[in-house]
């Protein structure tokens, strides 16, 4: 009756970087520049090795999942109540993630480009674009994720490019001032935001097509490694450009949008440059919130997930206005507390299944 | 009425009576009367087996032809004894014994009938039926002559290079026209009798191998109940094939030109044909097929390909500039460069109204003048159009209702939505307009971003005939995009098909 | 404060109406999960509109900030030093 939907190997990966880097690719220069300098970078190829072991973590799960949805195999690995018990907080977690990058998009546009509107009403168009998205279908989100990639690919390159003008070398070094510490500290901050998030799409995988899913793991191992250059040349580029500030402005890619200048014709375009990174910010939230309605779906064994759709966006949307509504607090809760709270939340579940799936794969070959 | 349409429709299936008189209480009552129907005694003899009964409608046939058969000896000849001789037309070439030379073409322009509702069918085809004595069938004989439009330049798809041909009213020439430029036995048409009142004949076409199976699947699913509906014109077809009744966006596509229809042919689309309609339909469509025009094929690759962008662009602008003009005049004024963000605040210098409300009147009133440009007639037609414009722009600067900026941006949005190439585009492009005004006015650039969006998640969910609309968009395929737009690939080949039937390959 | 009511109300009225077709076409346990999904949205926009600050999705994450904070101690401490 209710036809699965299915898509492409490429076109999952494809989602899966869209994901990692949707909002992260404007957030993330100024949090681990602060802490690290300008070994910035470093911190976050480190953090990229850990996203590659945790690849490796997800797609175990997967393959030893057998190809069936995400739900069905944690529960015939750990027992009802056991499932229960660990995927509640994988769920409320991504009820706030979901809100969250929602906060994060009203921050910006509250601080830089529509200073007037009110919080809500931005949040609320927000919402209803996402929530029709969703709606449409994981399907036709496939469809639409490529263009809308190229697009915001597009315009991080135009800017990186644009501003080359302004580049120092010099503003690159020292590099470890003060030890490996500071280095560490910005790898954990990477490693949660957006890394450990990736967990969540142990939800989707099981929706590529049988025939391609042989691919999936390379796929998602070069979505990875792009998005893992893409954040380094942000970083070097603002680190070049803003220098020792880069740490102190947020939003850092937005920054250097600002200083482009070009005769008197190309000058202040950082508004359409912000509007079009707000695509990469819409894009995440939906499939975030894709694979919320579908966790939830096969949690509680509801046949039609698309009822689901616009209540839980619903809840999201007042999560937005509700909870760390001001800047000082979500920059808290994004720079301290949310790589434990990944940790706990999604990873752990994860880690878990992997282990117990490994010693039952193991006893079954003794 | 209804009932009198039942006892007709039991009457239909009777046999013919051996008798003339019962022949012609029947084939008059099918008729009602009707004031154009001629039921004649043709007599070529003064014996009573050597009487005829004519029938034909009066308004269908060419009467001079009639006479001239009156006047043919093998003409009698085969009606007074040949056709006793045979059950039907295929026996007679089967048969030992050679008719005489001056029946073959008489037998072939006509058939042999046993009821009288094939009878009734021939007589509404033009054909005139003749009952003869004593005999249980009648021969029908082709003498239609209607006054057909004769081929002339396509009126709503005029091209500076390439035929000039236009498809007419007719069924079966235009599909001759198109046979007569594709000249492929692959080439197939299906006929379809639709509406019981109005029996318009349906053709459609396509390339077998070059259609891909499911999209064909699809359509012959959707069609399957044609023969009920009542179908005046091509147009009333996009309802059954057409998909989706809630977009703005038509799914299908139209033409009059045979060599368009011929490209899509090739491009293993679907045609349908209405008879009595000069329009052709073309599925499944996607959306950028909406920016070509066959007249591409007839420049080189590189100007067709910047044409097609500046369509693009067109679409763009006309979807567009309203609303970016109302956004960064109300909201983002700092986006402007200088100099011409102070002309523009000098020309809107006593302007009463707010950027949305002067959008919005100037963009009524432009569509009225389009709409009523439409409905005039010729002699008077130019000469208003011209007037109107010069006086709605001109007065209403000058009286202050709307700034010299606001006019450019209408008329330069009118005139990009005139480069569509396809009607039915452009008016949805002229609707969704609007809303995106109204989204610009309240969230300023955040408004014009989201409309954006719910265009491209409403047009990625659409889909024509089971294919994805914003295809090779969404899904991204690269190969046919740069193909649409850069025309590299050289000389324009038949899609070739997964399992090639039988006949010529390829081309 | 009325505003916000009035945005929620309306927001409420859209998604009941865009929903009412599934709804009904779903089963009792559909329609029992719908409906308890309203459960929060009500508390949440109550919350909202009264910009009270009640208990929310902050405090639980708030149970886990000293944890984090040692944490992140651990990773400047030794700069500093």
Sequence with gaps: MKQTESVGSLQMAVLFLFFLTGSSIVIIPSPLTSVAGSGAWLSLLLALLLGMAMLAVLLYVHRAGGGRPFIAYTRSALGGPLTWF??????????????????EIGFFFKSTMLKETPTYAVNGMLFLIIALTVRAGLETMARMAALLLLLMFGFVALILVLVSGLYRIEFLLPILPEGI????????????FPYAELFIFAVLLPHVRAREAGRISRHLYIALAVNGLTFVCAILGSLMVLGPLTGELKYSLYQLARLIYIREIVERIELVIGFSLIVGFYFKTAIALLILIKLLAALLRLQDEQLLTFPVALICFLLSLTTYTTESATEQIVNVTWPLLTTLAYAAPVVLLAVVLGFKAMADTS | MTMEADSRSLAGEAPIAAELASNQKAMTEAFSNSADLIVQRWRFGALPGQEVLAVYLDTLVDSKLIARLQEQEAFQHLLLHRIAEYEDRDEVERAPSRPMPDEAPLWQAGTIVGTIRASVGAVLDGKTVIF?????????FDTMDVEQR????????????????????DLERNIGMLRNLLKSPRLRFDYRIAGKESRRKIAFGYLEGAVQPDILEAFLCRVKGIEQEEIVDTSYLEACVGGDRTTPFPQVRYTERPDTAVLALLDGKIIALVHGSPTVLICPVHFLEFFTSSEDYYCRPVFSSLIR?????????????PSSYIALSAFHSELVPTVLLLAILKSREGIPFPALLEALIMEFFFELLREAGLRLPRPVGSAVSIVGALVIGQAAIQSQIASPVMVIVVALTGIASFAFPQYNMAIAVRLLRFPLMLLAATFGGLGIMTGLLLVYLHLSSLRSLGQPYLSPLAPLQSGRLRRMFLSIAGPRQAKASSAPKGGRGGR | MSERLGCLLLIAVLI????????????????????????PAIYLGWLFVTELSGPNVDTVFGWFTPAAQRIVHWFEGGAKG
């Design chain 3, 16 to 39: 009941a109406w865009a929903d009412a077709s599934r709804f009904k076409k779903s089963d009792r346990r559909g329609r029992r999960l719908y409906l308890m999904l309203w459960g």
């Design chain 1, 86 to 103: 660990v995927m509640a907080p994988f769920a409320l977690l991504l009820f706030w993630n979901v809100a969250g990058i929602v906060i």
């Design chain 2, 132 to 140: 003869l004595q004593h005999q249980t069938r009648a021969f029908t």
């Design chain 2, 150 to 169: 004769h081929t002339s330049e396509p009126i709503t798809e005029p091209s500076v290079q390439g035929p000039q041909r236009s498809m007419i009213e």
């Design chain 1, 181 to 192: 510490k500071p280095i560490l500290h910005g790898a954990y901050i990477a490693y949660g």
């Design chain 2, 309 to 321: 962008m500046l369509r693009m662009a067109g679409f763009l602008i006309a979807f567009m500039l």
